[in-house]
């Protein structure tokens, strides 16, 4: 199985911009710049590579996740998870040293260390958490 996405680029780094579009068409000539990648903290100028790697792992994670719930018996009613890339801009150029994910689960029937022992597992185990393999990956899971 193979999933696409392209990348349009026009003009310099700072004064360019570009577009993402996949191949779902979720992402449609999504717009990506200079300024909503690397100064605009808010970031409300449009999307950028790590904010998609971040919306990758978080939801790749709670399928996962959900997956092992669901083997143990407990199936959840709800995992909301939120995972933050840091894309750290010190020593000469960006570089990605984590993501972390946030979890909040509603999962009736199960206790707090066998939750967080499944969660655990779909950290190590989801295929994107493996495929960040070169930087740290963590993660805070709790039940609501």
């Known amino acids: 199985m193979k999933r696409t996405a392209n990348a349009i680029w026009q003009g310099t780094l700072k004064e360019g911009n570009g ?62 998870s939120t995972a933050t890339i840091d894309l750290d801009m010190s020593g000469g150029g960006a570089t990605i040293k984590s993501s972390t994910i946030e979890l909040i689960g509603t999962v009736p029937g199960i206790d707090e260390a066998k939750f967080k022992e499944l969660a655990d597992k779909a950290k190590a185990g989801c295929p994107v958490s493996r495929a960040l393999g070169a930087i740290e990956v963590s993660l805070n899971a709790r039940l609501a």
């Open 19 to 80: 577009t993402l579009t996949s191949q779902s068409g979720a992402l449609s000539s999504l717009p990506y710049s200079f300024k909503g990648r690397f100064v605009d903290e808010s970031g409300q100028s449009g999307t950028n590579p790590e904010e998609l790697i971040a919306a990758a792992h978080a939801g790749c994670f709670a399928m996962q996740l959900s997956a092992f719930l669901a083997e143990n018996g407990t199936p959840a009613t709800r995992l909301d």
